[in-house]
């Protein structure tokens, strides 16, 4: 089994839409969780770290599940802007490493 | 500021060239990190320096041999490179080599060996 496995896509929806990711891990002692958002050719950009308690930054919100290793990612209102890679990130201990998942591919259409 | 720079940011060169990419970042981060990524893929990590001090380095072949001069800079200098090391090259920091910190990464160098 993968380190960090996500819902492989691609998620083409059309604006407005709400559109939720999966993203799941392997390593229960996992220390720290954040998506990151990738546009083509560019670098990953950090969208947001994920708490235990869940965390809401305006149009997306973040939810983890340690019981059942999984954290989540849902956008709501999507816009064209939206259009990218997501990909989840895990920190396995002892917690230098970032490990990537595979990434998800959305597209937001007119 | 939450800014990492790289130069070049495309560079071709041939499998007996040597060649070096640089990074740099001015947020005080004491942690920096190279990353390959291959195109469709995820990024890969290489090597990570902690307070200027080589403490991962990921299995990486010899051809890549990463440099620290200072806490604000990290290179990372290419020798006998093969075709399929061409990829994209991203530079991160981060405040601290912790889980907890979030990485912040630069516009990468795309390098295409010949």
């Known amino acids: 089994r993968k380190e960090v496995e996500q819902d492989p896509g691609p998620f083409n929806v059309p604006e407005g839409a709400t559109v939720a990711f999966n993203c799941t891990y392997s390593n229960s002692a996992s220390q720290s969780f954040f998506w990151y958002r990738q546009d083509c050719r560019k670098e990953p950009k950090l969208l947001m770290s994920?708490?235990?308690s869940g965390n809401e930054d305006g149009r997306f919100t973040a939810q983890l599940n340690r019981a059942s290793q999984y954290i989540s990612l849902l956008i709501r209102d999507s816009k064209l802007s939206d259009s990218a890679t997501y990909l989840c990130v895990v920190t396995p201990p002892p917690g230098q490493n970032f490990v990537f998942g595979p990434g998800t591919r959305l597209s937001v259409l007119p | 500021d939450t800014e990492v720079t790289q130069t070049p940011k495309h560079l071709v060169m041939g499998m007996t060239n040597k060649k070096s990419l640089k990074c740099e970042q001015h947020m005080g981060h004491r942690a920096m990190y190279w990353y390959k990524q291959k195109a469709k893929k995820p990024p890969e990590l290489m090597f990570v320096?902690?307070?200027?001090?080589?403490?991962i380095n990921e299995s990486v072949p010899s051809r890549f041999s990463p440099e620290c001069p200072n806490s604000s800079l990290l290179n990372l200098h290419l020798h006998a490179l093969q075709p399929e090391d061409s990829a994209l090259y991203l530079c991160a920091s981060s405040q601290e080599a912790r889980s907890a910190y979030e990485q912040y990464f630069g516009p990468g160098t795309r390098l295409t060996v010949t």
């Open positions: 994920v708490y235990s």
């Open positions: 320096y902690s307070y200027e001090k080589l403490s």
